[in-house]
């Protein structure tokens, strides 16, 4: 089979690769703490369940528009002017199977040869894998552990050159857990004036996941900029709903038209029974979302605490997500060999940095989505693992 020399330029998602060889070792019959996914280990609300087993039992079981149900693209719009007043029209808003479809669609339309794409970097690494197979040449965004893994509005706009097209930023942020204060959005959305050729992405998957009083900035908040900014958000991360497979976009009306034809030519629509589930989401009780958030932010005290008590690491407190990311350069172990390590050897799963971009080298992504006893554990077997290997040098 000869396939087309664009395959060879399609990433991978590492946090799967480890989770499998993690399975693999448990199945051998091998103790693992598995803090390399990100995935919360908190039950869907019951009400969310019902939901769409009602559905179900009511019969939604055929194809629903290629955008979405117009309830639920409707509770979107509601949804969003009642978190960050932010006026959307439900005909801006397409429903997808997850978040990935809309950094999927929107990489798509703007990415070619000749083209640039602007991403963080460390970051989720599929933007900067469906950048290369589009043929663009990705122009990575540094995120630095001094500023709390924000990015810097004067260095993003230094970057923009007239073959930028789209420009992509995330936060609260995966993997490093930073969030971009609320000052350097505002400098970035003054300086975009002057780049009307620029489109921005803003992944905003854990817009409610923020901690010690630190509110969430929409961007479509910018008017200005309304009509080139895409959003990504979804239900997987805040509602614990990732194997349910739900996101949206909010699309400038310009474009959602093409959005909407991405989609039929890929998988046509979401789950019509999850598209009711996600709408109780929406429309229900947020209570299950406040005590999962209390949770987390235990969690994160807890990890932040312990990794920053190890030999060789230092952790920042994330203010944002479910990720922490410690600089482990003091160990003298590069990333992606101590994160072998520690799963063969410590049973300890977590991510190298450097599986979210070159800047990723030097740390660790340890997602505290899990509870508080395995984050516990997991820290002591990396401090004795650790330990050892000193004692053996």
């Not at 949804?79 to 932010?86: E, F, G, I, N, T």
């Not at 901690?211 to 900035?217: R, T």
């Not at 049973?347 to 991510?351: F, T």
């Given at each position: 089979m ?6 060879s330029r ?11 060889r ?5 199945a051998?019959?091998?103790?693992i703490?598995n803090l ?9 609300p019951?009400n ?6 009602k ?5 939604f079981h ?9 309830q639920?693209?409707?509770?979107v719009?509601a ?8 006026p959307?029209?439900a005909?801006?808003?397409v429903i ?6 809309t950094m999927y ?10 083209a ?11 933007y900067?894998s469906?950048i290369?197979?589009t043929g663009?040449?990705?122009v990575?965004?540094p995120?630095?552990?001094?500023n709390g893994?924000s990015f810097?509005?004067d260095?993003?706009?230094?970057k923009?050159?007239p073959?930028?097209r ?5 936060t ?12 350097e959005l505002d400098?970035?959305a ?6 009307p050729h620029?489109?921005v ?7 409610r996941?923020t ?7 929409c961007?479509?908040?910018y008017e ?8 990504l958000?979804?239900w997987s ?6 194997g ?9 009306m ?10 039929i ?12 589930a ?5 429309n229900g009780p947020?209570?299950?979302v406040?005590?999962?958030m209390?949770a987390?932010?235990?969690r994160r ?6 990794l920053?008590?190890i030999?060789?690491?230092?952790c ?5 997500a ?10 003298g172990?590069?990333?992606k060999?101590?994160e072998q390590l520690?799963?063969?050897?410590a ?5 190298a ?12 992504r340890?997602s ?8 516990q ?10 330990a050892?290997q000193?004692?053996a040098?």
């Open positions: 000869q396939l087309a020399e664009r395959m399609l990433g991978t998602e590492s946090a799967f690769e480890v989770l499998a993690a399975k693999a070792l448990e051998q019959g091998k103790s703490v390399g996914i990100g995935s919360p280990d908190f039950r869907t019951d969310i369940v019902e939901a769409g087993i559905a179900l039992r009511d019969g055929f194809y629903t528009p290629a955008k979405g149900l117009p639920l693209r409707e509770a719009a949804y969003l002017k009642r978190q960050y007043s932010v959307v029209h005909d801006q808003v997808v199977p997850g978040g990935k479809p669609f929107a990489i798509s339309m703007f990415g070619e040869p000749g640039e794409i602007m991403y963080p970097n460390p970051g989720f690494p599929i900067e469906v290369k197979y663009a040449t990705p990575p965004i995120l630095r552990e001094e893994f810097s509005a260095e993003v706009l230094s923009i050159t073959r930028t789209l420009l992509i930023f995330n609260p942020a995966n993997p490093t857990g930073g969030v971009v204060p609320k000052a400098k970035l003054v300086g975009l004036a002057n780049h620029v489109t992405l803003a992944d905003e998957i854990y817009s996941m901690y010690d009083g630190e509110k969430h900035h961007f479509l908040s200005h900029l309304r009509d080139r900014t895409i959003l958000d979804g991360k805040t509602f614990s709903m990732t349910w497979r739900l996101g949206f976009g909010v699309w400038p310009s474009i959602v038209a093409h959005a909407e034809r991405l989609q030519n890929s998988n046509s629509c979401a789950s019509a029974p999850v598209q009711m996600g709408m109780e989401a929406l947020q209570d299950a406040e005590r999962m209390k987390f932010d235990e005290k807890v990890i932040v605490a312990g920053n008590s030999p060789g690491f230092r920042v407190m994330p203010k944002g479910f990720y922490a990311f410690p600089n482990i350069t003091g160990t172990i590069g990333a060999k101590l520690l799963l063969n050897e049973g300890v799963a977590v991510l940095g450097t599986a979210f971009g070159q800047y990723g080298e030097g740390f660790l340890f505290y989505a899990s509870s508080t006893e395995n984050i554990e997991a820290l002591r077997r990396v401090k004795a693992f650790l050892a000193a004692v040098r």
